[in-house]
């Protein structure tokens, strides 16, 4: 038993709410490992998942006193599975803050009248065999505390929401039916140690499962597989602890054998007197010439342990982790950490993580390009440390400390108060026994935003005197305050701009950096990756950064029956604490589609880059930024475009480039090829064309385009010869103007142009209007955006007409003029913003637009043109950046060519709506359906989004208070309006931007960073424009539009 400063006999208080306590009759911990019986095939392990009768009770006072007894009836309860978080099915209600905690905090004491309980029970069958063995139940994780009972007979209580706790039951087991109570704790004291940023769910969420054991047995294991002579030997030391449950000594064999597949590299066995109780036996032995383990390459090997009953079998890797000259290597490597932060989360099952999500985790992480991974913010489940370790990551591995509500300061934070050392190192002892065998686990963290002082520091020692081999991270570490030590091998920190981290690596060596958390992905953001890399890849020092995080921890839940992701402040009352969605911060969504913000990530993220000081000869430098992997046997695919048609292309077999080289390729394209007008571009992608791993022939590793020559709009090709004659009619309402083939009108009063028909098609539905805001998102709400640019919103109805006339008339070519001023609520001119409409006798209509904002005006979110189309032109094509959404800051990934799709393939379901779509970088763009089509192409370069919504729809119609590091507080309004994906629908219309552009989407971070100032529309004066051509809906007439 783990119990404090008293006998528990005294003890009135119950364990879940007495600091003393922590752990009562649970065996110590161990690594994880499972054993099979040498010469038979009978099981001697037994899964308790499955259904269980189940009781829930709101407060301890209501919980059914009692229910462990045999002859206490259950018959009626009901059923629920394991493992499983009972608020998601049915019981309760899930809660989502960030900092704050999810309770009235006193430390040391839980709340008793606001804390509910869970009873579980069921009966199992013991195997007759299992008679004379020693039998242990073991429970994976479950939140946050617990009583358990076998036969009516209490065992033990444990805390601690994302550790495994293991009873011995044996003496209280019968022979045949036995029953299994387990009485769970939503709160306990532990629960002031896990503040974490997500969701709060309760009950048995890991596995439970029995096993039997011989009494001579092995407990547990420590292996140390390092590399040695310039990491070419493996050294492998095993200290495996025996214990002899027996009633006096024994004699037994132990055999330790090493192998790679089938064969045996290592064998050696002794004979070994055994008193009652435990004992340490250490092999070493040296294998020359070992494959080393790293994520590139997971060799791993079998570390065998036989005694005459059991066998272990334990994957092992040969690495080396270690600290030079202010430099973090593996295996003698300056390795650079390219990874994500990741919770356990399950749309359906909440923390309840099946091993097919996880190995869509892995896979879909090495397909970006990343190495590493951070157990954010605790152990995750046993499993996923063998495939992680099988299947290529770095890993971080986290203690479950978080004390963040708590604050920092040194007299207030539960990381210097002394009362709270015991449950600190429990943690952190329990984190290490566990996982310390496997390869992936390159880094100790010693908790997350735990503040710092005296607690962190004796973790810290614990953990550097139990394993030298592996380096310690603390994000919250500075200088204890009664100690003045360091207990942080790295010097680490969360959401620095790129530029800190620059200066940090030009005055500071004396230990690595590690960006523990960055580009917080929240919503449509994560932009500016490249600066941040750029970065971190020019010096050895900083050796990596960590993006907030893997995916969205959306809950889905069911509205007449559309699907839809929940988040903070939609379950229980409304006095429930919430930090809103705060919890969306993904790459990926729930269910784990893709975001766009992936894409990015893995170009950045890439470990081969492309350049050239001669693309019109085809010269192409290949840089290979891999630690371990050479490029022999890679293909390099290219191809050339014009105009995002291709013209050539082929594959060259990529020459053996060693780590760290790099070699220089010839395309063979030749100048003639490259032929004079159209816009010229080379796409280049490294492929391997056999598995590797978990990426599959002809994945991707690495892409790169490179404009080469050209002009970026199609040449005029309008004659004079076939005119026809326009005709101006104007009105004191109107401007109109057309002839037999085509009709535009100008609505005088508003000073738009409000209709375009042509064949007989009306194409436009609202007219073409300036627009200066877009539906802000996460990070806008973050940055006060909807405040500091409020002024640019209400522009919107505020745009006085100054004059609108026709200046320049002939039969060809007319001409119209329009000013307006942009006007603030408070009357004050925003902005001015001047068009010149140059209609041709064919329907083209060029749009110059001026735009000049005040000097004392911020900058404005975008500068753009709005109009609106009937919804029937629903097919979009565009010779731009695609296919996927970009912006100015988030848009390397997306190649310059030509893409075709449907209006609602634009559309980004994000889990509270806002902007979404974009396309930058655009030539022309053309909407069309059978029957008629409208084409932009742009003066230079234009950016458009399109959608079956409008602005507005996306625009939560309650304020959203502003978002802090806490979170958003919940809004006054608790009525659900389109702040949920199901809460749109849409519109029968075409909303279209066409934009000079818009500001970033930042993401530094989601609680004050704006975008960077060379990604904001920060000029005072600009111009751009566009030229609109109607057309008929037949593809080859927009072929020959834009053809050159």
Not at 247 to 267: F, M, N
Not at 285 to 298: C, I, Q
Not at 497 to 507: F, N, S, V
């Amino acid at each position: 038993a783990v119990i404090f400063g008293c006998d528990v006999n005294e003890v009135k208080r119950p364990h879940w709410n007495n600091i003393d306590v922590i752990r009562e009759n649970v065996e110590e911990p161990r690594a994880i490992f499972t054993t099979t019986r040498n010469d038979t095939e009978l099981r001697y392990s037994k899964s308790l998942n499955g259904s269980w009768k189940f009781n829930y009770a709101s407060t301890p006072l209501e919980r059914p006193i009692g229910f462990e007894k045999l002859d206490y009836d259950v018959s009626e309860w009901a059923e629920i599975p394991v493992p499983g978080n009972w608020e998601r099915h049915g019981f309760g209600y899930p809660i989502y803050v960030n900092v704050p905690y999810p309770f009235a905090i006193d430390e040391p004491n839980v709340p008793q009248d606001n804390n509910p309980v869970g009873s579980y029970r069921r009966d199992f069958l013991l195997p007759e065999y299992w008679q004379g063995d020693e039998v242990f139940l073991y429970l994976g994780a479950v939140s946050s505390a617990f009583y358990v009972w076998v036969n009516g007979e209490y065992v033990g209580y444990s805390e601690g929401s994302k550790t495994s706790s293991e009873f011995r039951i044996g003496d209280k087991l019968s022979a045949g039916n036995n029953t299994i109570a387990i009485e769970v704790y939503r709160w306990s004291t532990g629960s002031y140690l896990e503040d974490q940023d997500f969701w709060s769910l309760s009950g048995i969420q890991r596995d439970v499962t029995l096993y039997a054991r011989p009494a001579v047995r092995v407990r547990d294991f420590e292996v140390r597989a390092g590399l040695e002579n310039d990491y070419v030997d493996g050294v492998l030391e095993a200290e495996i602890e025996l214990l002899n449950d027996s009633k006096a000594a024994a004699v037994s064999d132990i055999e330790v054998q090493i192998t790679d597949g089938d064969t045996l590299l290592h064998r050696s066995k002794r004979s070994v007197t055994l008193e009652r109780g435990k004992s340490v036996e250490f092999f070493q032995t040296t294998l020359p010439n070992v494959r080393a383990w790293s994520a590139e390459k997971p060799a791993l090997y079998t570390l065998v342990i036989k005694t005459p009953q059991e066998t272990i079998s334990q994957p092992i890797g040969f690495r080396t982790t270690e600290i030079v000259d202010g430099r973090f290597l593996i295996n003698g490597r300056a390795v650079k950490l390219k990874g994500v932060n990741l919770h356990e989360h399950h749309e359906v099952m909440g923390h309840v993580v099946d091993e097919m999500t996880m190995m869509k985790d892995i896979s879909l992480m090495k397909q970006a390009n990343m190495n590493a991974v951070r157990n954010s913010h605790y152990p995750h489940q046993d499993a996923w440390y063998e495939l992680v370790s099988r299947h290529g990551l770095y890993m971080i591995d986290e203690a479950n400390i978080e004390s963040h509500g708590y604050g920092y300061e040194h007299n207030e934070t539960l990381g210097n108060k002394p009362h709270w050392e015991k449950h600190h190192l429990d943690r952190t002892q329990r984190m290490y026994e566990r996982s310390k065998n496997f390869p992936a686990v390159v880094i100790w963290s010693l908790g997350n935003e735990a503040g710092d002082g005296s607690n962190l520091g004796a973790t810290y020692r614990w953990l550097k005197a139990r394993d030298k081999s592996r380096p310690i991270q603390y994000e919250t570490e500075g200088d204890i305050a009664d100690v003045g030590e360091r207990h942080s091998d790295f010097h680490s920190s969360m959401y620095w701009r790129y530029w800190d981290l620059e200066r940090y690596a030009q005055t500071a060596n004396d230990r690595p950096f590690l960006l523990i958390e960055y580009s917080h992905a929240m919503g449509n953001s994560s932009g500016n990756l490249r600066e941040y890399w750029d970065v971190i890849e020019k010096f050895d020092s900083l050796s990596g950064a960590f993006i907030w995080d893997w995916v969205d921890q959306g809950l889905i839940e069911y509205e007449d029956g559309v699907p839809y992701w929940t988040y903070g402040g939609d379950y229980g009352p409304d006095d429930v604490p919430s930090s809103g969605n705060f919890n969306f911060n993904g790459l990926v969504f729930p269910n784990r589609n893709i975001q766009p913000a992936y894409w990015e990530v893995k170009r950045v993220y890439q470990h081969v880059r492309f350049s050239s000081d001669s693309l019109l000869s085809g010269v192409i430098k290949v840089e290979n930024n891999y630690d371990f992997t050479n490029l022999d046997g890679f293909e390099l695919h290219w191809s050339l475009a014009a105009d995002g048609k291709a013209l050539r292309g082929g594959v060259l077999n990529v020459p053996p480039i060693g780590p760290g080289s790099s070699e220089t390729l010839h395309l063979p394209y030749k100048g003639h090829d490259l032929h004079s007008g159209p816009e010229h571009h080379i796409l280049l992608q490294l492929i391997h064309p056999e598995q590797n791993g978990l990426l599959a022939p002809g994945h991707i590793y690495a892409e790169q385009q490179f404009r080469i020559t050209g002009d970026t709009a199609p040449r005029d090709d309008a004659t004079l010869a076939s005119a026809e004659a326009l005709i101006v009619n104007e009105t004191k309402e109107t401007i109109d103007i057309g002839n037999s083939n085509f009709a535009i009108t100008f609505d005088r009063p508003t000073g738009l142009l409000s209709q375009l028909t042509y064949n007989g098609e009306d194409l436009l539905v609202a007219p073409l209007s300036p627009n200066t805001w877009r539906a802000p998102t996460d990070n806008d709400f973050g940055n006060y955006m909807p405040t500091w640019a409020a002024v640019w919103q209400q522009t919107a109805d505020k745009q006085f007409i100054g004059s609108i006339q026709v200046v320049s008339e002939d039969e060809n070519i007319v001409i119209v003029k329009s000013s307006r001023s942009l006007v603030s609520d408070d009357r004050l001119e925003v902005a001015k913003w001047d068009t010149d409409y140059k209609i041709h006798w064919d329907g083209r209509v060029h749009v110059d637009n001026h735009f000049s904002r005040a000097p004392d005006i911020p900058v404005p979110p975008r500068i753009g043109m709005n109009m609106e189309l009937r919804r029937s032109l629903d097919t979009v094509d565009w010779f731009g950046r695609g296919p996927h959404e970009n912006y100015s800051d988030r848009k390397e990934s997306a190649n310059v060519g030509r893409y075709h799709n449907l209006v609602n393939d634009h559309y980004v379901q994000y889990l509270r709506p806002q902007e979404n779509g974009y396309k930058t970088d655009v030539r022309w763009v053309a909407l069309s359906d059978d029957a008629a089509g409208i084409l932009f192409i742009a003066d230079d370069l234009i950016s458009f989004g399109v959608s079956h919504y409008r602005l507005e729809d996306l625009v939560p119609p309650v304020k959203i208070a502003i978002t802090t590091e806490d979170g958003p507080a919940a809004s006054e309004n608790n009525e659900r309006v389109n702040v949920h994906v199901n809460d749109l629908i849409p519109r029968d219309l075409i909303s279209l931007n066409i934009d000079l552009g818009q500001m970033g989407l930042g993401g530094d971070d989601s609680w004050g960073k704006r975008t960077l100032l060379e990604y904001s529309l920060s000029e005072l004066n600009y111009r751009y424009g566009f030229t609109v051509i109607p057309f008929n809906g037949k593809s080859d007439r927009l072929e020959k539009l834009v053809h050159r």
